[in-house]
């Protein structure tokens, strides 16, 4: 599958070839068909070639509190108490690859996050300057900073293994069938199904989370409670920050024309009105006391 | 003195710009001494430096200047540590220089009009003293500044941990007080040397004429000299 590049970081005029017809693909998650097994998690640094990375004991099964510059792909066993029960709602937290990725609009190093046309969103860690302003952009909380690399990693989508015609490693692994992957178009399909199975089934709220705050996802997850997506820990109406919107779009532009009129004004200021010239200024009074 | 060259004269202004200011010598008149000089010359250097290496950061338009320092990735900590020298430097002009900034109830009137009148060249107030009403708002407002990209600075270098809403605050902040430093900053150069000749001597030599002193800072210019025979 190409890797046309549909949108890079800090470049003034985008990078879009626009040669090819490329589908935009995407991971779909089923958070009702999760055990927790962590096969994803093995897959992904294996893979990627991650090293191990230390488990942390927080109280429940989960591997880490959170992302890390090393660990990719995490199972969030998020806990609910509801109805007299427990439901365990397991959901597999990673880069969402937005179709407008937030870290890509904070991010200052040209070609240091790109976004591919099948919407793959990829950090170049030659270009990275670890700067951290991707942090910031993300609504998902994913980019994390290795201190040992001074850049910044994250899910790649399997991108080496999808150019190449493969499913991500994350898939492959699933023993459950609750990981899929394909074009977007068509893991939506699969999703509004499987939404309708659930409904059927007494969760009358269940939904495809493809949030348009951020244009959807490349990730598109089946929520069972789909008006509580705060539960499995994710943002209810993710967008790029505002500020990071009027820090690029108003504030940078807003800023050249002032600098730029700043030098025009002092060069018309200086053709209008020329030096301010000091008279007699060879003259000389003896009188006056010396130091 | 020492090491006084027989067969060159020595520069009696230089010698005494050393250590004192305000002080006339022949037809020079000190304005700025030795240490409050370095430290103009500290901040201007390390705020270029600056200046430089985060363009390229704001804007691609700007990644040209990347290449000065090595590339972008050597901006940012270049960047970063310099902009800790501008602030500390900052600092040190603020305490050294701050004594002469008190802003006259007279001079408020530099925030509007009078800045217009000053740059259409209209003759300076009589009791204009060593710094008039611009510079000294300008001093204030450049102190408040350096603090701004210190604090907003130090949340970009080290995000990690802070509320969103905080460090888009600081973004902005940072940007903001850059570009409010830069549009100044140009017209400060600009009167500085170009406009207004005769001004730049006192960041190198750290003299000004007496002609210079009585047109730009009249009541410093009776003040250091005793002469009154001008008053208008």
Known sequence: ?291 | MSAVNPNRPMDTAIAVARTREDVVVGNEIVRHRLFSRYMHWAVAVTFVVCLLTGMPIWTPVFGWMATLFGGLSVCRVVHSWVGVAFFLASAAQFVEWMHDMHVEAWEKDWLGPRVFRYLRYEKDDPRTGKYNGGQKLYFWAVSLGAVGLMLSGLLMWFPTGFPSFLRQAAYLIHDFTFICFVVSLVFHVYLGTAAEPGTFGSMTRGTVTRAWARLHHPRWYRDVTGDDSRRP
């Open chain 1, 1 to 291: 599958m190409s890797l046309d590049i549909r949108r890079s970081s800090a470049s003034v005029w985008g990078s879009h070839s626009g040669m090819r017809s490329v589908p935009t693909v995407s991971k779909y998650i089923d958070t009702t068909t999760c055990i927790g097994c962590k096969a994803c998690e093995v897959a992904c640094q294996e893979w990627n070639d991650l090293k191990p990375v230390a488990t942390e004991q927080t109280g429940t099964y989960q591997t880490l509190p959170t992302l890390d510059a090393g660990y990719w792909n995490l199972i969030r066993f998020n806990e609910r108490d509801f109805d007299g029960g427990l439901a365990w709602l397991m959901r597999k937290d990673q880069c969402m690859h937005c179709d407008e990725p937030g870290c890509l609009a904070a991010c200052p190093a040209p070609g240091a996050i790109v976004q591919y046309e099948n919407g793959i969103v990829d950090v170049n860690p030659d270009q990275c300057i670890g700067c951290k302003y991707c942090e910031t952009g993300c609504p998902f909380d994913v980019p994390r900073f290795s201190a040992t690399t001074g850049k910044m990693a994250k899910c790649t989508l399997c991108v080496d293994r999808v150019s190449v015609g493969l499913e991500p490693a994350c898939v492959k692994s699933c023993p459950t069938g609750c990981l899929h992957f394909g074009t977007k178009d068509d893991m939506v399909a699969l999703g509004n199904i499987r939404v309708g199975q659930l409904k059927a089934n007494g969760f009358a709220q269940a939904t495809l989370y493809d949030p348009q705050g951020v244009h959807g996802t490349s990730v598109v997850t089946i929520l069972a409670h789909g008006d509580h997506p705060e539960w499995y820990g994710l943002p209810a109406d993710p967008h790029v920050p505002w500020g990071v919107k009027l820090w690029k779009k108003v504030l940078r532009p807003i800023g050249g024309l002032a600098i730029l009129g700043a030098v025009l004004g002092a060069f018309a200021h200086y053709t209008r009105f020329g030096p301010k010239k000091v008279e007699g200024a060879d003259e000389q009074d003896a009188n006056l006391p010396r130091a």
